[in-house]
């Protein structure tokens, strides 16, 4: 695959005497120049606030809003732009559906149901939730591998459960879940599922309409686009049905003293003044993604990762954590006894940006016995380079602590 490293300024820089290698994108991967082109395009000439503005400059700060909103249908292929909300990022899109969606309908004795894999984005608002209701969140375990055990997963899909919340791909150990059927596990009993996607869709294309998912959560900043946005994608039925969870402006039709009526979807569950700078961002890194293409980067990177777990297996004295079958993007790893934080500050000596501790996830962690991990993780613009020298960096970390 042609290297595209040119394209993303951060990846062109040295640190610490070197030239960078980033193998940290499932925590943000970096940006590309014509994405942070358009924000900057966007703020210096077309800053307005959005909606209901007459003047130019109003026109065109919708125009690239909701352009964006557009792109996002297209990317993911929703049915309808109305089933496309904005939100800061995948955990208040989870945030969003936990209040809206969950909360006025759960009882004592209902279910929420979640794997043992999540991210604490996906935990906890559903803990909160429950909190809230008396309603009780059930964890489907995983084996050794970090995989979710689906036989004892589908058991736990009775009568009770309202609603399954389930990752896509796991940030902590790269598991890929095999959602597709799981949702239609779940539906075939009637239970709606809201999907974690936001460490799949840097790395997979997607099929909202094919998938079948009731609500799929992402952010920006996982997705070559900045902070600050993300998106709730869910069926329109669902979204209709659904009370906004906060209230303001741009989310109201009227509004007198005696009461206010909402405004029409998305902009229902979409109050105040948007992130729009970020939105231009996140419609030019889609247009980026497209002319590459997912499927493309997808079968690169599954070889980039096979690559990696040789490189590292290949080392002595470590221990990989999470070797699922399916993997996408995600290697956690131990090196002997060596503190992940101090494999994390030598390698970034050397130039190599990992990141280091319980990601979020710290039920996994507690799973393996283990604090945390250190964790490389790939995006489309690594390449077999970065990867020999993460392998350098962590044999010269081992020469130092044998030493
Ligand atoms: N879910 C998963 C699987 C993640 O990896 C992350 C980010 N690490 C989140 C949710 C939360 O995303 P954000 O912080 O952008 O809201």
Known sequence: ???????????????????????????????????????TEYQRYSHA??????????????DIYEGARD?????????????????????????????????????AGDRIVISHLEHHSNIVPWQMV???TGAELVVAPINERGEVILEQLYALLDERVKLLAISYVSNALGT?????????????????????????????????????????????????????????????????????????GDMILEVSFDGTSYNELPYKFEAGT????????????????QSIGMQRIAEYEARLLDYMTTALQDIEGIRLIGTAANKASVQSFLLDDIHPHDLGTILDHQGVAIRTGHHCAMPVMQLYGIPGTARASLGFYNNQDDIDRLAEGLLKAREMFAG
């Not at 990846?11 to 290698?21: F, W």
């Open 1 to 39: 695959m042609t290297d595209y490293r040119a394209d993303f300024p951060a990846l062109t820089q040295n640190i610490n005497g070197h030239p960078l290698v980033y193998l940290d994108s499932a925590a943000s991967s970096q940006q590309p120049a014509v994405s942070i082109d358009a924000m």
């Open 71 to 107: 792109a996002v249908k297209a990317f993911i292929n929703a049915r309808s732009r109305s089933e496309i909300v904005y939100t800061s990022g995948t955990t208040e899109a989870i945030n969003l559906v936990a209040q809206s969606y969950a909360r006025p309908d759960l009882q």
């Open 176 to 248: 890929v879940n095999p959602v597709q059927e799981i949702i239609a596990e779940a539906h075939r009993r009637e239970i709606p599922v809201l999907i974690d996607g936001a460490q799949a869709v840097p790395h997979v294309a997607l099929d909202m309409q094919a998938l079948d998912a009731d609500f799929f959560a992402f952010s920006g900043h996982k997705m070559f686009a900045p902070t600050g946005i993300g998106i709730l994608y869910a069926k329109e039925r669902l979204l209709e049905k659904m009370p906004p969870w906060k209230g303001g």
């Open 49 to 62: 606030n959005v909606h209901r503005g007459v003047h130019t400059l109003s026109h065109r700060a919708t």
């Open 130 to 132: 429950c909190e809230q």
């Open 274 to 289: 948007p992130n729009i700078a970020a939105a231009a961002g996140l419609g030019a890194s889609i247009s980026y993604l």
